[in-house]
Antibody, heavy 116, light 107 residues
Framework: QVQLVQSGAEVKKPGASVKVSCKASGYTFTSYGISWVRQAPGQGLEWMGWISAYNGNTNYAQKLQGRVTMTTDTSTSTAYMELRSLRSDDTAVYYC?????????WGQGTLVTVSS | DIQMTQSPSSLSASVGDRVTITCRASQGISNYLAWYQQKPGKVPKLLIY???TLQSGVPSRFSGSGSGTDFTLTISSLQPEDVATYYC?????????FGPGTKVDIK
């Protein structure tokens, strides 16, 4: 069965970086992309970007350009999302989701808290 | 960028009622529209893709329609387990923007 398992919760100080991992199983990793979506407390879903696991092509949300990097490691079927220069409004649950069109299978979410 | 809006932002209905949620894109997106259900504290769940195709395992009381700029999600007979926030998302081209969500609860 398709599973996406994300790394654990993180607490970071403003200005720091965070790297969240998303390990996929149960399907051919390189046949899909991975979307990253975040949700601030009490807020809606925000699309952060997408990476092709086939060739590494990326698309990032304009507001995160320059602060976010998405990568994949096909040898371990793992996707990564790194966000730099963290601010308090980056506090959110971060989700990865398998994507071939609409994201269908989602990871369990990773809470990232940015606090001094 | 194409903007996504949803209406209403929240609604309250009785068990068994027919519920309709609207999603509108600021420009045409053909049928590249998905609907998600998110229950409190849970991961979003894909309900419908390609505007009207039901994801496997989703109850048949959920249906979607529309093309271009105007889309609807219908719950034909609201059940207590349908209490959730519903989001639409465009995926024709990046950015794959979500709508702001519609919160559904039981009257």
């Amino acid at each position: 069965q398709v599973q996406l398992v994300q790394s654990g919760a993180e607490v970071k100080k403003p200005g720091a970086s965070v790297k969240v991992s998303c390990k996929a199983s149960g399907y051919t990793f390189t046949s899909y992309g991975i979307s990253w979506v975040r949700q601030a407390p009490g807020q809606g879903l925000e699309w952060m970007g997408w990476i092709s696991a086939y060739n590494g092509n990326t698309n990032y949300a304009q507001k995160l350009q320059g602060r976010v990097t998405m990568t994949t490691d096909t040898s371990t079927s793992t996707a990564y999302m790194e966000l730099r220069s963290l601010r308090s409004d980056d506090t959110a649950v971060y989700y990865c989701a398998r994507s071939y069109g609409a994201p269908d299978y989602w990871g369990q979410g990773t809470l990232v808290t940015v606090s001094s | 960028d194409i903007q996504m809006t949803q209406s209403p932002s929240s609604l309250s209905a009785s068990v068994g009622d027919r519920v309709t949620i609207t999603c509108r894109a600021s420009q045409g997106i053909s049928n590249y529209l998905a609907w998600y259900q998110q229950k409190p504290g849970k991961v979003p769940k894909l309900l419908i893709y390609a505007a009207s195709t039901l994801q496997s395992g989703v109850p048949s009381r959920f249906s979607g329609s529309g093309s271009g700029t105007d889309f609807t999600l219908t719950i034909s007979s609201l059940q207590p387990e349908d209490v959730a926030t519903y989001y639409c998302q465009k995926y024709n081209s990046a950015p794959f923007t979500f709508g702001p969500g519609t919160k559904v609860d039981i009257k």
